[in-house]
């Protein structure tokens, strides 16, 4: 993660849309509390 990023961003770049966000929340729920929070240096696992 980087400063300025989102879900629904990374969903853009990974998956070609923005609504995608939720697949990657769910394949890291046990990392991420809240969808709206996540910080510079997680790492997350894009399914």
């Not at 300025?4 to 769910?26: C, H, M, N, V």
Request: no cysteine; hydrophobic share 30%; net charge negative.
């Amino acid at each position: 993660m980087q400063r300025g990023d989102s879900l629904s961003k990374i969903a853009k770049q990974f998956y070609g849309g923005y609504g995608r966000w939720p697949e990657i929340y769910d394949a890291n729920r046990d990392k991420i509390d809240n969808p709206e929070l996540i910080y510079p240096g997680q790492e997350l696992i894009i399914p």
